[in-house]
Antibody, heavy 120, light 111 residues
């Protein structure tokens, strides 16, 4: 069965960096686009970034553009989110999710999330 | 404030039918982009509920249905059950912002 497992979250000071990972299993990872979506405590869902199945195209929300980098290693079935220059407002649970079907298809499978807390 | 507008909360008694609206504009829903709906039970990750405006993934009960018209979409839940109590989010794409959008979410309370 499809499984997505995020890791790498934790407490980090403002201005520092953190890298999240999302280990995929149960499907052909190299055939699917992937997204990161976050949810601040008590708030709604916010799309963060997306990457095509081959890693050749990447897309970012304005709120993270220039600070976050999405990448993938299809040989390791792993998605990454490199987060630099972190701010308090980046505090959230970060979910990785698989795109079902075409580029703008639904997010059909989600991980359990990993919590990132940006605080001094 | 979200570009896709949802009511913050809706409620209904067991067995009743409720609808949750998702109002967008001519650059997202009105431009023909698909609307997807997610259910987030308390303390869990979101789960895909409706895709492509009105399609249910396997395993989703037919009590859940979606529709789209003009610049808006709706999620209908009939035969409300206690386990339907959750947050519901619509999602689409906006060509002006070049962003994937989520609605602000709607908390469903089963009375």
């Amino acid at each position: 069965q499809v499984q997505l497992v995020e890791s790498g979250g934790g407490v980090v000071q403002p201005g520092r960096s953190l890298r999240l990972s999302c280990a995929a299993s149960g499907f052909t990872f190299s055939g699917y686009g992937m997204h990161w979506v976050r949810q601040a405590p008590g708030k709604g869902l916010e799309w963060v970034a997306a990457i095509r199945y081959d890693g050749n195209n990447k897309y970012y929300a304005d709120s993270v553009k220039g600070r976050f980098t999405i990448s993938r290693d299809n040989s390791k079935n792993t998605l990454y989110l490199q987060m630099n220059s972190l701010r308090a407002e980046d505090t959230a649970v970060y979910y990785c999710a698989r795109v079902g079907g075409a580029n703008l298809g639904p997010l059909d499978y989600w991980g359990q999330g990993t919590l990132v807390t940006v605080s001094s | 404030q979200s570009v896709l507008t949802q009511p913050p909360s809706v409620s209904g008694a067991p067995g009743q039918r409720v609808t949750i609206s998702c109002t967008g504009s001519s650059s997202n829903i009105g431009a023909g982009y698909d609307v997807h709906w997610y259910q987030q039970l308390p303390g869990t990750a979101p789960k895909l509920l409706i895709y492509g405006n009105n399609n249910r993934p396997s395993g989703v009960p037919d009590r859940f249905s979606g529709s789209k018209s003009g610049t808006s979409a709706s999620l209908a839940i009939s035969g409300l059950q206690a386990e339907d109590e959750a947050d519901y989010y619509c999602q689409s794409y906006d060509s002006s912002l070049s962003d994937i959008l989520f609605g602000g979410g709607t908390k469903l309370t089963v009375l």
